[in-house]
């Protein structure tokens, strides 16, 4: 099974400022990997697929990077709307699919 | 519009059973694969069980492994969940979720509001 692994747990940013989440693979997931964002009391919203591809009407200011084991999500511009969950999942290898424990963007 | 309705969540005891229902529209349903994922309260995302669009391959998490059941109706547009031997650890909010076109591992585009189910005395 394929271990994900975010940092940091939680990161405070300021309306304006950028934010960088970071994803780890215990193995090479070769680009095999979403971004997920979730508020409270919603479903998860797929961001980023593919490790760089923007979903269906995401916005610029998310853009994802990285490959092999190692990924990162960018939010550049944090706005008020952005403050939430966000997961990395690998889907690589599967099963089982697997997602990591979560980076909650906070206001700072 | 694609829409993904859950239902058949609830408080169940100990050992007993549930069947939780996806209700889907707005998107081809029998050409995709599907998926439940659950979320322990204040937890992070588990995925539970996959099933092919034709409904010939599933997979099972291990921790739900002989106990649980993914199952579809293409005539109906409606994914199954079939839950027994529920334990404690169970308690969750449960989602379906979109998989792949035909079969194999995949991200979701879309997803459920989710359906919460409670295993408790």
């Known amino acids: 099974e394929i271990v994900m692994t975010q940092a940091p747990a939680t990161l405070s940013v300021s309306p304006g400022e950028r934010a960088t989440l970071s994803c780890r693979a215990s193995?090479?997931?070769?680009?095999?990997l979403a971004w997920y964002q979730q508020k409270p009391g919603q479903a998860p919203r797929l961001l980023i697929y593919g490790a760089s591809t923007r979903a269906t009407g995401i916005p610029a200011r998310f853009s994802g990077s990285g490959s092999g084991t190692e990924y990162t999500l960018t939010i550049s511009g944090l706005q008020s709307e952005d403050f939430a969950v966000y997961y990395c999942q690998q889907y690589n290898n599967w099963p089982p699919l697997t997602f990591g424990g979560g980076t909650k963007v906070e206001i700072k | 519009e694609v829409q993904l309705l859950e239902s058949g969540g609830g408080l169940v005891q100990p050992g007993g059973s549930l069947r939780l229902s996806c209700a889907v529209s707005g998107f081809t349903f029998s050409a995709y694969a599907m998926n439940w994922v659950r979320q322990a309260p204040g937890k992070g995302l588990e995925w539970v069980a996959a099933?092919?669009?034709?409904?010939?391959?599933?997979y099972h998490a291990d921790s739900v492994k002989g106990r649980f059941a993914i199952s579809r109706d293409n005539s109906n547009n409606t994914l199954y969940l079939l839950m027994s031997s529920l334990k404690v650890e169970d308690t969750a909010v449960y989602y379906c979720a979109s998989g792949s076109w035909g079969w194999g591992g995949s991200y979701s585009d879309f997803w459920g509001q989710g359906t919460l189910v409670t295993v408790s005395s």
């Open positions: 193995q090479n997931v070769k680009n095999n």
């Open positions: 099933i092919a669009s034709s409904g010939g391959s599933t």
